[in-house]
């Protein structure tokens, strides 16, 4: 099993930013990435952004020269630093990582942190 702790949502105003975190334990063996989506209120969950085990990292078209995905391999932690936030980015944020096992990829998730941006 595998535990995904997120923390660092809020409200924040147009502009703002915030830093959530990410902190994996469990059997967090042969991780091939971590990353974030979210879902807002009536809409479909979405990958926000990615950060592979070898560090290379991507990003939905909404989000990019504004968010930031970095990860900690000895916290085993991923963070995504969200600078410039808009109204739209409101959701809730869920952490996720996948780890392969007898080769196949499972993937994992957090409960999710509310972000809560105002105009």
């Known amino acids: 099993q595998v535990q995904l702790v997120e923390s660092g949502g809020g409200l924040v105003q147009a502009g703002g930013s915030l830093r959530l975190s990410c902190a994996a334990s469990?059997?967090?063996?042969?991780?091939?990435?971590m990353g974030w989506d979210r879902q807002a209120p009536g809409k479909q969950r979405e990958l926000v952004a990615i950060?592979?085990?070898?560090?290379?990292?991507n990003y939905t078209d909404s989000v990019k020269g504004r968010f930031t995905i970095s990860r900690d391999n000895a916290k085993n932690t991923v963070y995504l630093q969200m600078n410039s936030l808009k109204p739209e980015d409101t959701a809730v944020y869920y952490c996720?990582?996948?780890?392969?096992?007898?080769?196949?990829?499972?993937?994992?998730w957090g409960q999710g942190t509310q972000v809560t941006v105002s105009s």
């Open positions: 469990g059997s967090i063996f042969s991780i091939v990435s």
């Open positions: 950060i592979s085990s070898g560090g290379s990292t």
């Open positions: 996720n990582l996948d780890r392969r096992k007898f080769g196949s990829i499972t993937r994992w």
